[in-house]
C-alpha cells in the first residue's frame, strides 16, 4: 500500500502501483527518478506548489509547538515510580498511576491473590488470537483450539475445579471481560447470523420477512437500548425462579445485535456468488442444505472473512458499552482507578492509557484485515 | 398413501410446511415470553399498558428546548428527551460532515505532511471506544477552569466548567420573520436550480444558477431583518459574580457529546470521502482536461457526481450510526432520550412499555434518514439503458 510504505524506496513505490492503481494516480505519489533522494522527495511532495509549500510550514508550526510540550509531558517530566505528592510536584505526566493501579485497571475487583488467573486467560487468548492470523492454521483442528482455549478461559475464571477457588462471576473485570464479551458474542453471533442471512435470502416469505424483520430492528436501534432491554427485560422473560446473572444478559444482548451486523456481511457474500452456481447444484439436483452447506456457504464465508474481522472490531470497541448496564469492563476499570481521592487529578494518564490499550488491539485488528483483504483479492486482479 | 408422499415431495407443500412450522414456533416462543412476563409483572404488582406515560414524571431535566417541570407528564419528558437527541445529532451530522471532508480530502492531498496528519488523526479516532473519547471529553469539560477564569476561546466565546457560553442578538421579533424569510429563500434556490438545469438542458446555454441561488438564499432573510428594524446589536456574555450572564449557553454534557460524536463520526467519513475520490478514474479528470473544463469545472461536473454515487450509501450509514451513538449520552448525563426513558422506566417499573418506546422511535427515526438518504440516493444513481 502506498500509504504505508516508505516513499523514498522505488521498491515501495513499483509494489504501491501495482496493490493500487487508482491510488497511486490520484495521490501525487514520489516522482520519477528524483524520489531516490531526500531532497528531491521533498521538493516533489511538500514544496511542489505555493499551496503545498503554506501548508508544509503549518504543518511544521503545529508540530513545532506540538510537540515539544507533548514529549515533555509524556516522557521528560513524567513521574514513574514516584508518590501521588511527587506526581503533584511534577510538571509531567504521572505514570506512577499506572504502576500502582494496573491490576485495578486490568483485573478490576478479581481476588488479589488470584489475578494470574485472569492473566493467564487473556494471554492464551491473544496467543489464540495471533495463531489464528496465520493461514496456513486455518485447518478444521484451528476451531478444536478454539474451543479447548474458551474452555480453558472458563475453567481459569470460575474456577471451582483443579483446586482453584470458584470466583463469581461478579467480581470480574478489566481486560478479561472486554476480551471475553467480544470473543463470545462474535462466536455465538456467527452461526446465528449464517442462519439469518440464509433466511433472509430465502424465497419463503414468512421465514424472509421474520429474517428481515429482526436483522433490521436490531440495526435500527442503538446497541444501548438493546443492552437495556437485556439487562431489564430478559429476567421478565423467564420463568419463576430462573435467574440469568448480569454477565450473560450483557452476552446475550451483544450477541443478538452483532449477529444482525454479521448477517448482512454474510448476506453481501451470498450475493456475490454468481448465479450459475446455484444453477449447476440445482442441475446436480442437489438438496437445499446440500446445495448450501457443499456449494454457496464454502465460497460465501471466504469472501467475508475481511467483514467479519472488521464486525470483531467494532464488537470489541462496543464491549466498553457494557459498562453502562454495570458491568466493570477495562473502561470502567480505568474510571474507577480515577476515582481514588490521593489520584484524581491524574485522569488523562489512565485514559491515555485505557485508550492505548484499545487501540493497539483494534489498530493491529484493522491493519490484518486490510492485509487480508488484499490476500483475497490477490487472483483477482488483471 | 402415494399421494401423500407426492404431495411431500414438492416443493410448494414442503415450503409451506416449513413456514408453517417455523411460524408457529416462533409464535410459540413468543407466546411463552409474553406469558412469563404477564405473570412476573402481576407478581411484581407492576401496571402494564401506556397509562403511565399521562402520569406527572416529577424528574427535573437539565436541558430542554421546551419549557419543561417536574409536573409535566411522562410524555413530555420523553418528548424533551427525544428532541435533545434529535439536537445533538443533527448539529453533529454537519460538524462531523464538514470535518469528514476536511481529513478525507487532507488525506488524498498532494504534500505528505497534510496526509500523514491526517492519517493519524483517522487512525486514532476510529480505533478508541466511542465511549472512552466521550468520558475523555467529559472529564476535560468538568475539569475546566471556573467562569471567573474562563478562557476566552474567541472574542466574547467562553469555555468554563459551567459549558460554552456565546453571544446572541438581543431578541426581537424581525427574527421570526427573517428565519421564516431564510426557508422561504431555500425554496425558491431549489427552484432556481431546477430552472436553471432545465433551462441548460433545453437550450444548452449557461445559467447563472450558483448566483441566483446564493442570492435567493442570503437575501431575503437579510432585507426582512433589517427592514423589521431589528436590532443589530449582541447579547454578550459578561461576567457577574460567579457565573456569566447574557449570551446563550450551552452545557459542558452537551459540548463534550456534540465534540466527541463529531471528531469520532469525522474519522470514518474522512475514510469514505477517500475511497469515493479515489473511486473515479484519473481518466475522467484528463478527459475533462482534454475538453478544455475549468478545474473547478472538472471537480464539480465530473469528479463530484461520480464520488457522490460511491459516497453517499456508506455516508448514510455513518449518519445512522452517528444518530445512534447519541445513546451513549447516558454515560455522561446528557438527557436525551436513552436517559430519560430510563429514569421513566425506573420509577414506574414500567421496563417493557418504556424499552419498546424507546426502540420503536430510534426504528423511525433510522427509517427517516435511510428514507431520505435512498431518495437522494436514486437521484445521484447512475442511469443505465
Known sequence: MSKDSTPHSTAALAASFEEEPSQ????????GVTALKPFGWAKNNLFNTKLNTVLTLLCCAILWFAVPPMVNWLVVNAVWLGTSDECRAAAGACWSIIVVKHRLIFFGTYPFDEQWRPFLACALFVAMLGVSGVRAFWRPWLAGAWALVLVAMGVLMWGGVFGLTHVPNDKWGGLPITLMLSVFAITLAFPLSILLALGRQSSLPAIRSLCVGFIELMRGVPLVSVLFMASVMFPLFLPEGVTIDKLLRALAGLTLFTAAYLAEAVRGGLQAIPKGQYEAADALSLSYWQKTTLIILPQALRMVIPPIVNQFISCFKDTSLVTIVGLYDLLTAATVATTDPEWRPFFAEVYVFAGLMFWIFCFSMSRYSQWLERMANRYNRR | MSKLVQALNSARVRGWLYQALFV?????????????????LSKRGVATGFGFLNREAGFEIGESLLTYAASDTYLKAMVVGLLNTLTVSAVAIVLASILGIVIGVARLSSNWMVGRFAAVFVETVRNVPLLLQLVVWYTIMNRLPSPREALEVVPHVFLSNRGLKFPTFVEHAGHGWA?????????????VVRYGRKHRETTGKPFPTLPLALASVVLPPVAVFVGSGAPFAFDVPV????????????TPEFTALLIGLSVYTAGFIAEIVRSGILAVPHGQTEAGLALGLSPAHILRLIILPQALRVIVPPLTSQYLNLTKNSSLAVAIGYPDLVSVTNT????????????????????IISLCIAGFMNWYNRKV???TR
Do not use: D
Open chain 2, 344 to 363: 421513566s422506566a425506573n420509577q414506574t417499573g414500567q421496563v417493557v412499555e418504556a424499552v419498546a418506546m424507546m426502540m420503536a422511535v430510534y426504528l
Open chain 2, 239 to 250: 461576567l457577574a459574580g460567579f457565573n456569566f450572564e447574557g449570551g446563550a449557553a450551552v
Open chain 2, 381 to 383: 444513481a447512475l442511469v
Open chain 2, 179 to 191: 428565519f421564516l424569510a431564510l426557508i422561504l429563500g431555500i425554496v425558491g434556490a431549489v427552484l
Open chain 2, 24 to 40: 408457529s414456533g416462533t409464535l410459540a416462543v413468543g407466546w411463552y415470553l409474553v406469558s412469563n412476563t404477564l405473570t412476573n
Open chain 1, 24 to 31: 497511486a494516480s490520484v495521490t501525487s505519489l514520489p516522482g
